[in-house]
C-alpha cells in the first residue's frame, strides 16, 4: 500500500460544485502540502500545514480551502469549481527532508 | 527570490546516447537543499536525489549523476547510456534549510528513443 493515498484518483465535475480530494498517510509525517500540476507550469503550492493546529497559504490558494483533520489527513476543496481548476493534484508530506508525493488525482471541471 | 529554471522544456535522444538535464536556481539563502524528482508517464513523482547546499560533491547512482557547481547556481542531471524506461518528465526543486516552502522549476521532459 502506497503510504501517501489520495482520493479519488481521477474526477470529473461539472462548474460550480464542491468537491473534496483527500490525502491520507501512514509516514507520520507532521509536515504536509496540496500541489497543483499543469502542462508547463510545474508544481505550484496551494497550501501547506506543518501540524494539525497550523494552516498555510501557498502561492495559488484562491479558490481553495483545506482541512487538517488529523496528523495523518489533509483535505482539499474547491467549494465551487471552475473550468480553470482542471489539473492534476498532488498530496506531499515531508519530515525534514525531500517530499513524498501521493499518486495524484486528476480533476477535470466541465 | 527564491527560483529553479529549467530551461530545456523537452529533450529526444536516442537508446544509448547520453543526456543532460540543466538545473539553474537563485536563492538568498547561505543554506539550501536541491532536489530531482522523475515523473513518468504513470504519472506519480518519485524522489532521485537531494543535495545540501554544503556539500559540493558529485554524486552517481548507477547510470545517474549529478553535478552541483555553486559558482554558477547549477545542479546538472546527466544520464549515461539512456534507456527507454528514462522517458519522463524531470523536475529540479530548491528548498531554503529554514524555508517553508519548495520551488520547483518547470520541468524537462525527455524522451528516449528505441
Known amino acids: 500500500d502506497a503510504d501517501v493515498t489520495q482520493t479519488p484518483r481521477n474526477r470529473i465535475t461539472k462548474t460550480g460544485k464542491r468537491i473534496m480530494l483527500e490525502c491520507s498517510q501512514t509516514?507520520?509525517?507532521?509536515?504536509m502540502y496540496w500541489y497543483r500540476q499543469d502542462p508547463g507550469l510545474g508544481l505550484r503550492l496551494i497550501y501547506y500545514s506543518f501540524d494539525v493546529k497550523d494552516i498555510n497559504k501557498g502561492e495559488i490558494s484562491d479558490g481553495y480551502s483545506v482541512s487538517r483533520q488529523a496528523q495523518a489527513k489533509f483535505s482539499l476543496s474547491l467549494e465551487s469549481a471552475i473550468p480553470n481548476q482542471t489539473a492534476l493534484y498532488f498530496c506531499?508530506?515531508?519530515?525534514?527532508?525531500?517530499?513524498?508525493f501521493g499518486e495524484g488525482s486528476r480533476l477535470t471541471v466541465l | 527570490a527564491q527560483k529553479v529554471t529549467q530551461a530545456q522544456t523537452e529533450i529526444s535522444v536516442v537508446e544509448k546516447e547520453d543526456v543532460t538535464l540543466d538545473c539553474v536556481y537563485e536563492?538568498?539563502?547561505?543554506?539550501?537543499?536541491l532536489f530531482w524528482y522523475k515523473q513518468p508517464p504513470s504519472g506519480e513523482l518519485v524522489f532521485l536525489i537531494r543535495?545540501?547546499?554544503?556539500?559540493?560533491q558529485n554524486e552517481i547512482s548507477g547510470r545517474y549523476s549529478w553535478n552541483f557547481q555553486k559558482s554558477t547556481s547549477s545542479f546538472n542531471f546527466t544520464i549515461t547510456a539512456s534507456q527507454v524506461v528514462d522517458s519522463a518528465v524531470y523536475f529540479c526543486a530548491l528548498r531554503g534549510i529554514w524555508g517553508n516552502q519548495f520551488y520547483f522549476g518547470t520541468g524537462t521532459s525527455l524522451t528516449v528513443i528505441p
Open positions: 536563492t538568498r539563502d547561505t543554506t539550501y537543499y
Open positions: 509516514k507520520g509525517h507532521d509536515r
Open positions: 543535495r545540501n547546499s554544503f556539500d559540493e
Open positions: 506531499a508530506t515531508q519530515n525534514t527532508g525531500e517530499l513524498f
